[in-house]
């Protein structure tokens, strides 16, 4: 188990690598001058050739990767060309916000899906089913932005239980701070939810007709033992997969969240780092999204070692 | 109102908004979060938002953008032109104790005129020296006159800064601004929240309100779901299909009043089809101004002739709205040999952009015109329109109290704001000489006659003048309308 982890740790070096020449390639694809675009009304020819030389933007782009490459070995992500603070602590300073938004939606998430996806499998084709595929079914074609703005409207603005947006650190007023991520994070896990109905169901579908579940009925297990104890922990290995998958596609839902409840989180601050090209700040996210893109998924593998032997011994 | 001494800024401002009972600490809702509040390095408007509250500047502008004293108390200008003397009131401190005299305002001026990416350097390319003969006068010597002096100084050139905390954070001054103005930087969190609190020994008496907490709402249902639902008392701007919303709520008021900028249209003239004088006329002549402002805007722009808005100090009625003439523009076409030209017409994403682009295809196409719509993100627009890699281009201005900085960039040749390439000599040396006149009706006649040329050219077809709009909680009094848009919380008060 120890030597599968560190070989899957060490695979993550090149593929990183790549990363870095990637995201540096992209980010200076796109169109559009960062010193244009931060000048705007004011971009006169030489406040442009001035901000350009402070920002290093008229240097050789090799040379600017192999600078960048070089900080990035001395763990130093750069600075920030819109305020001049560095990467690393506006990334320790949003992630943290995401991290939690990502959790709670996906707790969200299962305790909507198990019961849902339990019920559903149990009589396929019945009402219930039939009611939770309507809603699973919702649940993944309501666009995340209206879910959002739909929320504010119920339960900001006509009930005015929840403030509408705002954020307040878990550190510094943990009740204040469950009751303003609450609307994002029910926003958030929704499609989540459905998906991961959808998926156990299916998966608990085809375990319920192994021989091993009728086994179990014929020894006359009791029929909440079999499911539980042995359909459900079978029918969990394809849904963890896609629970891994999904939890770095909350990261990117959550891009949208943050900006429709103003939570002041990774994905807020990577959508103004785009708009605003600055690309030290798009570099430093994208990479270190895709180290926790990879972590997830080595987590991931973990836990199937954790819920079907033969994956650790195989 | 009791206070936890030990609690965060952030903390008390975020309880003191999810309270019912914050009246003294005023939650705004801005539509983007200011980016540098550094009065040399700033860029952006809504930098200005924030910044007009901790910084005094030498002058200020008024509802008519009449100049008004603010540090200084009065000033002359001597020598044709060439010489300001400011007087300056005395008694003032900065946040950080220090005193602001003299000295420090040639210091901030200097900053702008030195600091490396300064966004201040073209504003004030006219000045030649500044000088502090002693601690109440302040001397600004000019290489050329510049009539647009005193208004660049009612903005961000004529912010003063702290020399002593300037000179300690360095390039951090942004994060940690420091000025004499009613209230003080506490703290920012980046696309969270900037909070000040009220400067209690501001030299023109304490603000009404104890603090000021901005907080970013890019998307505009947003913004006003917040201001709706009472987490925020004050949002700018409110789009203007939510003006009617906030009307109808008995707890809100909504105010729409006269900007400075303008929008329109640019044309290509370096390229077919608008390299053809005609074809430029044509189009800007298929354009009813007026259903613009009605379908679109439900009627809370004013129609745009040129670029100076009704109500700023060089509008005139004698250059006339144009009437949208179909006949006319079919007739001009049909001139130009060419009856049916299809172009390209680049806009950025958003809900108004759209509607207006679709609205200029539609009203375009009756005349001829096959008007294929583009949209790309900002970024990527501005790099086009620099690049002149475009047919048009919906590109506008926020606008500038002082004339000068509606016209000159635009249309001069080289301007860093001509995005159309457009040049002629006779309008360079107009507009050059509008600048070095200090009377408003001299300048006025001037700006007149360079305006009939480029509006008989159309490089740009003027649209709509920009307003600005308010939305705020009734218990909110004493909000200034000053056209420049920017709300100057020292007056203001909750009840």
């Keep these: 188990m120890l030597i599968f982890a560190a070989r899957r740790l060490l695979a993550a070096i090149p593929t990183l690598l790549v990363v870095t020449l990637l995201v540096f390639a992209l980010v200076r694809l796109l169109p559009g001058d960062p010193a244009r675009l931060q000048l705007g009304e004011e971009a006169t020819p030489q406040a442009l050739t001035e901000l350009r030389h402070k920002m290093g933007l008229d240097r050789p782009v090799a040379v600017q990767y192999v600078s960048w490459l070089g900080d990035l070995g001395q763990l130093n992500l750069g600075r920030s060309l819109q305020d001049n603070t560095t990467v690393s602590s506006l990334i320790a300073q949003k992630l943290p916000t995401t991290f939690e938004l990502a959790l709670l939606s996906l707790l969200i998430a299962v305790a909507l899906a198990l019961p849902a996806g339990i019920l559903s499998a149990l009589r396929p084709g019945g009402a219930l089913d039939r009611l939770v595929t309507l809603l699973a079914l919702s649940g993944i074609s309501l666009p995340t932005f209206f879910l959002g703005i739909l929320l504010i409207y119920i339960f900001s603005v006509n009930l005015a239980w929840i403030p509408a947006s705002g954020y307040v650190g878990l550190s510094e007023n943990a009740g204040l701070n469950l009751k303003l991520m609450l609307l994002p994070a029910v926003t958030l896990g929704v499609g989540s939810a459905a998906v991961l109905t959808r998926f156990l169901r299916s998966s608990l579908l085809e375990v319920l007709n192994q021989d091993y579940v009728r086994t179990a009925r014929a020894k006359g297990v009791a029929g909440r033992l079999v499911i539980v104890k042995h359909a459900l922990r079978n029918a969990l290995i394809p849904v963890v997969t896609v629970l891994g998958l999904q939890l770095g596609g909350l990261l990117g839902g959550a891009v949208v969240t943050e900006q429709i409840f103003s939570v002041p989180g990774f994905g807020r601050l990577l959508v103004d780092a785009v708009f605003t090209r600055d690309l030290p700040v798009i570099q430093g996210m994208v990479l270190t999204s895709a180290a926790l893109v990879f972590l997830v998924s080595f987590l991931v593998d973990l836990a199937y070692g954790a819920i079907d032997p033969r994956v650790r011994f195989g | ?495």
């Design chain 2, 1 to 495: 109102m009791t206070r936890t001494k030990f609690a965060p800024p952030m903390i008390l401002g975020l309880t003191l908004f999810l309270s019912t009972a914050a009246a003294e600490t005023l939650i705004v809702g801005l539509d983007a979060d200011p980016p540098r509040l550094d009065p040399a390095l700033s860029t952006a408007f809504v930098d200005r938002q924030v910044m007009n509250q901790i910084f005094d500047k030498l002058v200020d502008v008024d509802e008519k953008l009449k100049v008004v004293p603010m540090v200084a108390k009065s000033w002359k200008v001597s020598n044709a032109g060439l010489t300001y003397t400011f007087k300056l009131n005395t008694g003032i401190k900065f946040a950080d104790g220090t005193v602001l005299d003299a000295a420090a305002v040639k210091y901030s001026i200097e900053r702008n005129l030195t600091l490396e990416g300064s966004a201040r350097k073209g504003e004030l390319a006219s000045v030649k020296e500044v000088a502090a003969p002693d601690a109440a006068t302040v001397v600004i010597n000019l290489k050329v006159p510049y009539g647009p002096l005193l208004a660049v100084l009612s903005d961000r050139s004529g912010m003063i800064v702290s020399p002593t905390a300037a000179k300690k954070s360095g390039a951090d001054f942004a994060n940690e601004p420091v000025g004499s103005g009613p209230f003080s930087f506490v703290s920012r969190k980046r696309q969270d929240n900037i909070t000040l609190k009220a400067n209690a020994v501001y030299w023109r008496g304490k603000p009404k309100l104890d603090g000021l907490v901005y907080r970013p709402f890019p998307d505009g249902d947003v913004r006003v779901a917040n201001l709706l639902s009472g987490a925020v008392q004050v949002i700018t701007p409110v789009d203007p299909k939510d003006v009617a919303t906030i009307q109808k709520n008995a707890k809100l008021d909504v105010t729409t009043f006269q900007g400075l900028g303008f929008q329109g249209v640019w044309m290509n003239i370096g390229k077919p089809p608008f390299n053809n004088k005609l074809v430029r006329q044509a189009f800007s002549a298929s354009l009813d101004r007026d259903a613009i402002n009605k379908v679109v805007f439900l009627g809370t722009v004013k129609p745009a002739a040129g670029p100076f808005p009704p109500g700023t100090p060089a509008y005139s009625a004698a250059i006339r709205v144009q009437a949208a003439d179909l006949a006319g523009a079919r007739k001009k076409l049909a001139q130009a040999g060419k009856p049916s030209i299809p172009f390209t017409l680049l806009t950025a994403p958003g809900a108004v952009n759209a509607q207006l682009a679709q609205l200029y295809q539609a009203m375009a196409a009756q005349v001829g015109f096959n008007v294929k719509i583009e949209t790309v993100e900002f970024g990527a627009l501005l790099d086009r329109a620099d690049k002149r890699n475009y047919d048009a281009v919906m590109l506008g201005w926020s606008g500038r109290p002082d004339p000068d900085g509606n016209i000159y960039e635009f249309f001069h040749t080289g301007g860093s704001n001509n995005q159309a390439g457009y040049s002629v000599p006779g309008i360079d040396s107009l507009l050059e000489k509008a600048r070095a006149q200090t009377a408003m009706s001299a300048r006025v006649a001037t700006y007149n006659v360079a305006l009939g040329k480029i509006v008989d050219d159309s490089p740009y077809a003027f649209t709509y003048f920009t307003s600005n709009t308010v939305g705020n909680a009734k218990t909110v009094t004493g909000l200034r309308l000053v056209p420049d848009g920017i709300l100057r919380f020292y007056t203001v008060d909750t009840k």
